[in-house]
């Protein structure tokens, strides 16, 4: 599936240039979901004047932030000219995502994560300001843009509709779930699939070493599911046969076992849809979707759930909730779902409307001005001041450096003589 969402990038590129009142440097991963350090890239190429004379944009937002794995996998700098001049401050200016340091002190780290200590981590790092935003939504608007003008005709077969595909990393929970539906006897239930050999890993979930032993199954899930066969762009469209054949969809998250509220597309289908739905996500979830303006159903059956910090213990209670649900009679079936419907297309409306999406932009401008705002309080970067004094000693440099303004004046000849200049001055 092709999405274009360089599309999305270029509108924060614009918001940001809008708000400095010049050009800045957008960095985002390609292809798109990526976790490859080497593809975090500029979404436009720049000269190298450029590249250290403006303000750096890094976006982070479509995945969960991950300092540790970032410190340990750097990217690798391939561009002789900027291994030189690496090689002239005396130090390794790779940090982290902060791989490019120019005359800023800081740069900028768009992501979509609230309650987070990952952000923390970033700030403590003291190289980059966060900017938070939810990335997520503005996605969603865009790939499911068309279930605005789908008319559900309901044939329910099965009260619950779940899309469990991987189960790698944060995604471990989703096993421990089918255990439970199992135990419940709630299998027959629902509407969906388990991978028994992670699609990502390749591996079969009984070889598999968990990170939370607790999330384990105790029971052979292949024997009571059949195999998804979901490609891993499946999340950024919907099939409207499968609403149309159950009643509420059961929300798989990608965080679960974590502090951090991160939501992605998945917890807007079943909004864009027209879907009740039941949120395994971690706990204040549902009071996150509320606060953008969404209602949830705590009125209809049991959401206490979203209140549990255990996350053990919340992955009970949402099974206990689905097994409340299944266990309804047909009467009180027919008068709950129509209360809950009632709520879905409330959601529906809200997140196709104008005052949704302006709410998401706002709050990305509101946060991008306070960041350009606090970059201008802090001096320029001393390391990056010191090399170019250093480079301007040298005449050939500094007519290097000057003919950068005019990148008509910048050719291969000039820029291996500056290579080599450089190396001289170690």
């Not at 979830?285 to 953008?292: E, G, I, M, V």
């Not at 959401?303 to 992955?315: Q, S």
């Not at 409340?324 to 009180?332: G, L, M, N, V, Y």
């Not at 000057?402 to 990148?407: H, S």
Request: hydrophobic fraction near 35%.
């Amino acid at each position: 599936m092709n999405i274009p969402l360089d599309r999305l990038y270029q509108f924060i590129e614009n918001t940001a240039e809008k708000i400095y009142g010049d050009r800045v440097i957008i960095y985002r991963f390609f292809p798109h979901g990526s976790k490859n350090i080497q593809d975090l890239n500029q979404i436009r190429h720049h000269t190298w004047f450029e590249d250290n004379t403006r303000p750096n944009v890094w976006c982070h937002d479509q995945e969960p932030l991950d300092h540790n794995y970032y410190s340990q996998h750097l990217r690798v700098l391939n561009g002789k000219f900027s291994q030189a001049l690496m090689q002239a401050t005396g130090e390794n200016t790779v940090t982290n995502l902060n791989y490019n340091t120019n005359m800023f002190a800081k740069g900028i780290l768009v992501h979509s994560e609230q309650r987070s200590d990952q952000v923390e981590k970033y700030q403590d790092q003291g190289e980059l300001i966060p900017v938070y935003y939810w990335s997520h939504a503005v996605i969603a608007r865009d790939w499911f843009r068309y279930a605005q003008h789908v008319e559900q005709r309901k044939q329910v077969a099965r009260p619950f509709l779940i899309y469990n595909r991987a189960w790698s990393g944060t995604r471990e929970y989703r096993l421990k779930l089918a255990d439970h539906l199992i135990r419940l006897g709630l299998h027959n239930q629902c509407q969906t699939t388990v991978n028994p050999i992670e699609p990502e890993l390749g591996q079969h979930y009984t070889l598999h070493q968990f990170k939370n032993s607790a999330w384990r199954p105790r029971t052979v899930l292949e024997n009571f599911f059949p195999t998804s066969t979901a490609h891993s762009s499946y999340s950024a469209d919907f099939d409207i046969e499968d609403y149309e054949a159950t009643d509420i969809e059961v929300v798989l998250e990608t965080l679960f076992d974590d502090g951090r509220l991160h939501l992605t597309e998945k917890s807007l289908r079943p909004i864009a849809c027209g879907q009740p739905f039941i949120l395994a996500g971690t706990t204040g979830s549902l009071a996150y979707l509320r606060s953008y303006g969404f209602k949830t159903f705590g009125m209809i059956w049991d959401e206490r759930y979203d209140e549990c910090a255990d996350p053990e213990e919340r992955l009970v209670k949402i099974a206990n909730s689905m097994k409340q649900i299944a266990d309804w009679s047909p009467w009180i079936r027919e008068q709950k779902m129509a209360e809950a419907q009632a709520v879905a297309e409330h959601n529906r409306r809200h997140f196709f409307s104008k005052e949704f999406f302006d709410l998401v932009v706002k709050e990305l401008n509101t946060n991008l001005t306070e960041a350009f705002d606090m970059l201008k309080t802090f001096p320029a970067n001393q390391k990056w001041i010191k090399l170019a004094h250093a480079l301007l000693t040298v005449p050939e440099l500094k007519n290097l450096i000057d003919c950068m303004e005019n990148p008509n004046g910048l050719t291969v000849s000039n820029i291996e003589k500056a290579l080599l200049l450089t190396k001289d001055m170690q």
